[in-house]
């Protein structure tokens, strides 16, 4: 399928799958590019190519004949960075042209949370090669929210009275299929999405127990109880740093802005806290 000028990588995982199958749904070729092919979804019109972030051979074999890559961003680690930019230079020199990122809201040098650090340096290298850019800068995903609570029902953390506007990964897939679809007129754009609503954690305790019934609570913790009780998990340094950074992130007021970019692009009202439960 020579013709596939799209192609999607972490296709296997819930962005990257909704984006593919929205792409399929346009009836658009696509190349599925995946570490493990045998988990990539079979679509009409895509193919598949196995190919690893840091592996370089791999990459430029599996992007030779892309036009527009949708980059899901890797696996968190301690050598995401590195990866993330072996493959962009791989799609250099494969000859794509444009490259969808799938960065995070608020990315900067300087942001509270770690791995939002870790975004803006692979945007910075990517403002550094030829290709044309856009940035999806996604919020929390809603979908993790509730995740964020312990055996217990609790939500811990030093989140204090500060506010998440978090956003669904339909959504996300819903802004990153459209500008897929439209290659070049979303070149050099950075699109903020968040979700509807900047809640405190309280609030989506309680959206969370009205929802679905489930008990559930949030705990304010300090900074310093927030690295004893996450010491039990025996995480390497740079985790414990995101996860933590994450409440104070929040605390901090950095992740509590709501922009409407999700319905002005789609035009479709983002999805809140308490429509994503209840569609669960």
């Known amino acids: 399928m020579s013709e596939a000028t799209i192609a999607v990588t972490g296709a296997t995982g819930r962005l990257g799958a909704q984006v593919a199958h929205r792409l399929a749904e ?3 070729p696509q190349r ?4 493990d ?24 074999d599996a992007l030779t004949g892309v036009d527009t890559l949708f980059m899901v961003s890797g696996a968190e680690s301690a050598e995401r960075v590195d990866e993330h930019r072996r493959f962009i230079d791989a799609a ?28 803006w340096a692979t945007e910075e290298h990517l403002r550094d090669t030829p290709l044309a850019w856009t940035f999806l ?25 500060g506010r998440v506007a978090g956003v669904s990964i339909s959504d996300v897939a819903a802004v990153a299929a459209l500008v897929l679809r439209e290659p070049g007129r979303h070149d ?20 969370i127990t009205f929802v679905t019934g489930r008990p559930t609570s949030f705990h304010d913790e300090t900074p310093e109880e927030a690295y004893a009780s996450r010491a039990v998990y025996d995480a390497p340094g740079w985790q414990v740093e ?10 901090r007021g950095e992740l509590g802005s709501t922009t409407g970019t999700v319905e002005r692009l789609t035009g479709v009202p983002a999805v809140s806290l308490e429509e994503l439960l209840r569609l669960d």
């Not at 599925?32 to 570490?35: D, F, I, K, M, N």
């Not at 995070?104 to 942001?111: I, K, R, S, T």
């Not at 217990?152 to 009275?161: C, I, K, M, N, S």
């Open 242 to 251: 995101a996860w933590v950074s994450t409440y104070l992130a929040i605390a």
């Open 92 to 119: 250099v020199a494969a000859g794509v042209r444009r490259l969808v990122y799938t960065s995070f809201y608020g990315a900067a040098p300087d942001a509270t949370f770690t791995l939002a650090r870790d975004h």
């Open 32 to 35: 599925l590019v995946v570490r």
């Open 188 to 207: 050099g754009q950075t699109y903020e999405l968040t979700g509807p609503q900047a809640l405190t954690l309280e609030q989506v305790a309680e959206i």
């Open 37 to 60: 092919p045998s988990r990539a979804p079979e679509l009409p019109g895509a193919e598949v190519r196995r190919a690893a972030y840091g592996d370089r051979a791999a990459a430029i």
């Open 26 to 28: 346009a009836g658009l």
């Open 137 to 161: 800068r996604n919020n929390l995903y809603l979908e993790m929210l509730p995740l964020f609570a312990g055996r217990d029902g609790v939500l811990r953390g030093p989140a204090g009275q």
